[in-house]
């Protein structure tokens, strides 16, 4: 039987689960002209499968809709050619005069080449734009958008726009990049817009009072997937693929791995896999799918760990064996963090990296759970502690 379970890239079909509500949400905004819905919540949630299965309702319901993953930009014009180039692919299936109808329409000097396996044509923004001011980036954006809103009313209908990441915006361009879009937006007749993005941090500042997205977009959080739901999914699961798991083994796996359901169905995944041979899942291959998944991703942890300061480490090894906090005096003495003040101050640049996160009763944890089960099996040992690598926190 082959692995029930399927991390990396976007989940489709029997590999995705649950989503029903936020699925109802996002294909409602992208066939609602002038909708503005924000998804929002920590990375590896799956939000970018529950985009990607949204658009491709909308699409199997006879609608359009383009999903564009700003993720890698490094411009305002890379967001540009991002979006044109979704746009262009999709509505290229039903429209054969998109791509003339969009350079027209843009008014800027565009490139157009020919995908050399499809013979697609893909047209860009001009490589010299991504050199320009920021006014002159932000205006092509604008025109890129501008000229989507125009196909869909010169076509008749909607078209729902994805932004993935959108966050990115503010990264090149600052507030006047914000407060730009938020103009480009609120004008379209004929698109509804979903902007998705993971750095909370980010997106709440820039939906707070006198930032441009201010009460203009509906929100959507994208919180964990219900636990009972999860554990019995995964039992499903590998029961269908013939491996008994033991009583409460998604539970199990849950506490290990959560709350992001990427790191849950990731030690699903290796779980299974060492079960496979002795068709029964159990604490023990549990424990050793952990290991392995810490093994697995030893290089860039280890990497990662190098490049931080020693009391940086040193809060990391204190955050690992313990969810007391890290201000305590008898914390402090123990893992040599300092006064309180350094040590708030080395715990807030790890939370800035994306390594440690703000608990909700307050103190901090592990963004990874492999990086804490790397830091358990790699660096507590220094100390002369030994613990099990999925060993969950004391207190």
Do not use: C
């Amino acid at each position: 039987m082959t692995n029930p379970f399927r991390v990396g890239g976007i989940v489709r079909r029997e590999f995705f689960t649950d989503r029903a509500a936020e699925l109802t949400r996002i294909v409602r905004a992208l066939e609602e002209p002038q909708a503005k819905l924000l998804v929002y919540g920590p990375r590896r949630m799956g939000k970018t499968s529950a985009l990607t299965a949204a658009v491709e309702r909308v699409r199997r319901r006879g609608g359009r809709a383009i999903l564009a993953d700003l993720s890698t930009a490094s411009s305002l014009t890379d967001i540009a050619n991002r979006i044109l180039l979704a746009a262009t692919q999709e509505l290229g299936r039903k429209w054969t005069d998109v791509v003339s109808e969009l350079v027209r329409r843009i008014g800027v000097r565009v490139t157009v080449d020919a995908d050399q396996a499809t013979g697609v044509l893909r047209p860009a923004l001009h490589v010299e734009l991504r050199r320009a001011e920021l006014g002159e980036q932000r205006d092509a954006l604008a025109r890129v958008l501008d000229a989507i809103d125009a196909l869909a009313r010169a076509k008749g209908g909607t078209i729902g726009i994805v932004l993935d990441e959108f966050q990115e915006i503010e990264r090149f361009g600052g507030k006047d990049a914000e407060w730009h879009l938020r103009g480009v937006v609120q004008h379209h007749q004929h698109v509804g817009y979903v902007l998705a993005g993971s750095d909370e941090r980010l997106i709440r500042a820039m939906l707070g009072k006198g930032r441009a997205f201010y009460k203009m977009l509906e929100p959507l959080p994208f919180g964990p997937i219900d636990p009972g739901h999860l554990a019995r999914w995964i039992e499903e699961r590998m029961r269908g693929a013939q491996v008994r798991p033991a009583r409460d083994l998604g539970t199990a796996i849950i506490a290990a791995a959560g709350p992001r359901t990427r790191d849950i169905v990731q030690l699903a995944r290796a779980t299974y896999d060492a079960a496979r041979s002795r068709t029964t899942a159990d604490a023990e291959s549990l424990a050793e799918a952990f290991v392995h998944v810490v093994a697995e991703e030893d290089a860039p942890l280890r990497a990662l760990w190098e490049l931080l300061t020693p009391l940086q480490q040193n809060v990391l090894r204190a955050a690992a064996t313990t969810a007391t906090g890290l201000t305590t005096r008898d914390v402090r003495l123990h893992f040599a963090l300092g006064d309180t003040g350094t040590t708030h101050n080395a715990a807030k640049a790890l939370v800035a990296r994306q390594l440690l996160v703000r608990a909700e009763g307050g103190g901090y944890v592990f963004e990874s759970p492999f990086f804490r089960g790397w830091v358990i099996a790699n660096a507590l040992p220094d100390m002369g502690i030994v613990r099990a690598t999925h060993a969950l926190p004391d207190g």
